[in-house]
Nanobody, 124 residues
């Protein structure tokens, strides 16, 4: 099994920045891609960004494109989400997830393992 642990969330003013980390561990960790999703109270979980382990090709939701950057450190089995120019609408619990085989990267149902999430709150 794979364990994912998110960290780096917190409270920040609008326009500020945060960097989230997702550390993956397991006896034999391997996956095709990692993704970040977020969920606000009363709303469905939405795609934020994803990255392929091999090559590092990245994908972003339109709502965060140009503000967020996803990156990975293969040696550390860690994925990062650098969030700049944060807006109040970015407030949510952010989750990382792993996808074992090539499937739709923007769909939550295509991911296999999930972390417990980290809260990001952006105040105006």
């Amino acid at each position: 099994q794979v364990q994912l642990v998110e960290s780096g969330g917190g409270l920040v003013l609008a326009g500020g920045s945060l960097r989230l980390s997702c550390a993956a561990s397991g006896r034999t960790f391997r996956s095709y891609a990692m993704g970040w999703f977020r969920q606000a109270p009363g709303k469905e979980r939405e795609f934020v960004a994803a990255i392929k382990w091999s090559g590092g090709m990245a994908f972003y939701a339109d709502s965060v494109k140009g503000r967020f950057t996803i990156a990975r450190d293969n040696a550390k089995n860690t994925v990062y989400l650098q969030m700049n120019s944060l807006k109040p609408e970015d407030t949510a619990v952010y989750y990382c997830a792993t996808q074992a085989v090539p499937r739709g990267l923007g769909r939550a149902q295509e991911y296999d393992s999930w972390g417990q999430g980290t809260q990001v709150t952006v105040s105006s």
